[in-house]
């Protein structure tokens, strides 16, 4: 065989994917390693040979069988991740085998390689590493699409954000302050609060020692806040409708406290408020993909002149991912906790 032959041979073994690849799913509410089928890219989607994955939250509550994935996506829990795009759907022309990206999924994150629709997909941001743009997505596509979208945030009003050091807290910091609005936070320790403060918040309220409702309207001389973003719900919820000032916008993105509320209609009738919120994974694509867009328009740029960094608090292997449900849980994390996977 010529040699030309040889080395084209060896260069495509070389770059052939393999059968199976090794995840992080769920066996009896906990995370176990296993190997599973790679899976194949449809029409519009990109395969990623992902080098790491966010964790979040609603990875947990599908882990305990309280958030099943949508229709058709994947079992294996991870909702964003980073990596490299090695095999292209059909009809898939914007972006080409090697790019570099991060992305939002419907599931599938934890394992080696993972399928995404093309438009989720954003490219890596200058000058950030695989693990850092691992935490981006689900972060970022949340606070814009609530805080700027449905909570219609603008320049120069205030903001009040519960929990304030999470990851989507800690996001929510540095982009509301980007866009030039007042920042109030919401956290459970004094370190907590102090990471906040340097973040960029005007103020952070410790709720274990104050009441918010009365530190608020305190530090705003009665008038409240413009947005509420909640992610805490159940009896938050009364309590938010009176730090807000007339016409102002109550935004729900979980309900960790509870989804039962009870609300006095007469303070959003009297100050004519807006209560609102969304849910991101079972949005369609056409819809993640606008909010794509939007952030690679408005926050990417920032991300690569570092005006915004995603706070990583811990980083894992794949195979401690069970140890990384039970840091999150925890509640002492600031920022964002990644799962290194290669």
């Known amino acids: 065989m010529p040699k030309k032959q040889i080395a084209k041979k060896t ?8 059968a199976e690849m090794k995840a992080a799913a769920i066996h009896d509410h906990a995370l176990v390693i296993e190997t599973r089928p790679v899976p194949k890219p449809a029409a519009g989607e990109v395969l990623v040979r992902v080098h790491a994955a966010g964790v979040n939250r609603p990875d947990i509550l599908q882990r305990k069988g309280l958030y099943p994935p949508p229709a058709g ?3 294996i829990p991870g909702l964003e991740i980073a990596g490299e795009v090695v095999a292209l759907g059909k009809g898939v022309t914007a972006l080409k085998k090697g790019a570099k990206v991060c992305a939002l ?17 954003l490219p890596v941001p200058n000058g950030i590493d695989m693990v850092t743009a691992a935490g981006l997505c689900e ?3 949340t606070v814009w699409t609530n805080l700027f979208d449905r909570g219609q945030l603008k320049k120069g009003e205030s903001v009040l954000i519960h929990g304030g050091a999470s990851g989507i807290g800690t996001t929510a910091i540095q982009v509301a302050k980007a866009f030039g609005a007042k920042i109030f936070v919401t956290a459970g320790t004094e370190e907590k609060a102090k990471a906040c403060i340097k973040l960029g918040a005007t103020a952070a309220i410790n709720y274990r020692h104050k009441d918010f409702v009365a530190e608020i309207m305190a530090l705003t001389d009665n008038r409240g806040v413009d947005v509420v973003l909640d992610m805490v719900g159940g009896d938050y919820v009364g309590r ?8 102002g916008r109550h935004v729900s993105i979980a309900m ?9 209609l007469f303070q959003i009738m009297s100050k ?3 209560m609102t919120g969304s849910t991101l994974r079972p949005q369609p694509v056409s819809v993640k993909g606008a909010i794509a867009k939007d952030l690679k328009k408005n926050i990417w740029p920032l991300i690569a002149r570092k005006k915004i960094r995603c706070v990583i608090d811990s980083i894992y292997t794949l195979d401690e991912a069970q140890k990384a449900h039970e840091h999150l849980e925890a509640g002492n ?3 964002k906790v990644i799962l290194k996977v290669i």
């Open 333 to 335: 994390h600031v920022g």
């Open 240 to 247: 938010n409708l009176k730090v807000l000032a007339p016409y």
């Open 256 to 264: 960790q406290k509870g989804r039962t509320v009870e609300v006095d």
């Open 105 to 121: 999924v419907a599931g599938g994150g934890y394992a080696e390689y993972c399928v995404v629709p093309a438009v989720q997909c």
């Open 11 to 18: 260069a495509a073994k070389k770059h052939a994917l393999p």
């Open 73 to 75: 996506i994947s079992d």
């Open 272 to 274: 004519r408020l807006i």
């Open 139 to 141: 972060t970022h596509f």
